[in-house]
């Protein structure tokens, strides 16, 4: 029972990159889904959710889109116009007794 995420990487200010999470030991489908994120120094925050056709923090509303597909257990985030606030480790949540993926690193800087 794992969530493995996956698509971080080093962007420019503006570019885009795709997130991506696969369930692994549980069915997935009935299970809402969520990715967070935590900056150096920061806490941990909710970016999105899959509730309701998907639920958003307000500094990434119109930039972020968090998807499923139940067919492959997987969830998506694409990150649009990203800004070097965005720079983060991303975690997957979601399933059973709540599990965590080991989290992947977006740095967006020129």
């Known amino acids: 029972v794992q969530l493995v995420e996956s698509g971080g990487g080093l962007v420019q200010p503006g570019g885009s990159l795709r997130l991506s999470c696969v369930a692994s030991g549980f069915t997935f489908s009935p299970y809402r889904m969520r990715w967070y994120r935590q900056a150096p120094g920061k806490e941990r925050e909710l970016v999105a959710s899959t509730t309701s056709g998907g639920e958003y923090a307000d500094s990434v509303k119109g930039r972020f889109t968090i998807s499923r597909d139940n067919r492959k257990n997987t969830l998506y985030l694409q990150m649009n116009s990203l800004k070097p606030e965005d720079t983060a480790v991303y975690y997957c949540?979601?399933?059973?007794?709540?599990?965590w993926g080991q989290g992947t690193q977006v740095t967006v800087s020129s």
């Open positions: 949540n979601g399933g059973p007794n709540n599990l």
